[in-house]
């Protein structure tokens, strides 16, 4: 069983640490993704009493007590982390799992899967905030990859400068040398159905 990597700061170490201690003797902290893998994926932490832990559950030691993390929820919370920040407005736990909608992908991957990857971690959360999505359809010979806009992304008249300027850019960046290029399918397919 690999042990994943969830870094979690002095801060938060601490803030869990005062927290536990009123609660039972040997509660630690659970810390899990609902919907993994998913574009919806939201990641939280909860108490952990003794007797809610599962045999398959990964254990990880830190100052004071242990965060306990399930299987499911494994893959998809490495390189977490967890802070305990203060500012103006109050103190607050703050949570980042850059894995939580898609687990990660190796490099000697595919190509797509790897694209695929930077989409659904990356690209998609900024789309999101506007409604829309995109999904890879296909990586031509020549190296460009081809995508599908769903959503609110779909006949929007802003998709060609989205497309453009921000998903091409980013994604040719990431794969400098193996992407040349980035179409929105209905370039490809151009029909009167996208427009109600």
């Given at each position: 069983?690999?042990?994943?990597?969830?870094?979690?700061?002095?801060?938060?170490?601490?803030?869990?640490?005062k927290?536990?201690?009123?609660?039972?003797?040997?509660?630690?902290?659970?810390?899990?993704?609902?919907?993994?893998?998913?574009?919806?994926a939201?990641?939280?932490v909860?108490?952990?009493?003794?007797?809610?832990?599962?045999?398959?559950d990964?254990?990880?030691p830190?100052n004071?007590f242990?965060?306990?993390?399930?299987?499911?929820?494994?893959?998809?919370?490495?390189?977490?982390?967890?802070?305990?920040?203060?500012?103006?407005?109050g103190?607050?736990?703050?949570?980042?799992?850059?894995?939580?909608?898609?687990?990660?992908?190796?490099?000697?991957?595919?190509?797509?899967?790897?694209v695929?990857?930077?989409?659904?971690?990356?690209?998609?959360?900024?789309l999101?905030?506007?409604?829309g999505?995109?999904m890879?359809?296909?990586?031509?010979?020549?190296?460009?990859?081809?995508?599908?806009?769903?959503?609110?992304?779909?006949?929007?008249?802003?998709v060609d400068?989205?497309?453009?300027?921000?998903?091409?850019?980013?994604?040719?960046?990431?794969?400098?040398?193996?992407?040349?290029?980035?179409?929105?399918?209905?370039?490809h397919?151009?029909?009167e159905?996208?427009?109600?």
């Amino acid at each position: 069983m690999a042990t994943i990597m969830i870094s979690i700061s002095e801060t938060a170490q601490v803030h869990f640490k005062k927290l536990l201690e009123n609660q039972a003797e040997n509660t630690n902290i659970r810390v899990f993704v609902v919907n993994p893998g998913t574009p919806g994926a939201e990641c939280g932490v909860s108490y952990c009493p003794p007797d809610a832990v599962e045999e398959s559950d990964v254990q990880l030691p830190f100052n004071g007590f242990s965060a306990v993390v399930d299987q499911e929820s494994a893959p998809y919370l490495e390189e977490a982390e967890i802070d305990f920040v203060t500012d103006q407005m109050g103190s607050q736990l703050t949570l980042k799992a850059p894995n939580a909608k898609a687990r990660k992908v190796s490099e000697d991957a595919p190509l797509a899967e790897r694209v695929e990857y930077i989409i659904t971690s990356e690209i998609n959360p900024q789309l999101a905030n506007h409604g829309g999505q995109v999904m890879l359809m296909e990586i031509t010979e020549e190296g460009v990859a081809i995508l599908q806009f769903g959503g609110g992304c779909n006949g929007c008249s802003m998709v060609d400068v989205t497309l453009k300027d921000g998903i091409e850019k980013q994604l040719l960046e990431q794969f400098p040398n193996e992407l040349t290029g980035v179409k929105d399918v209905t370039e490809h397919q151009a029909g009167e159905h996208s427009y109600y």
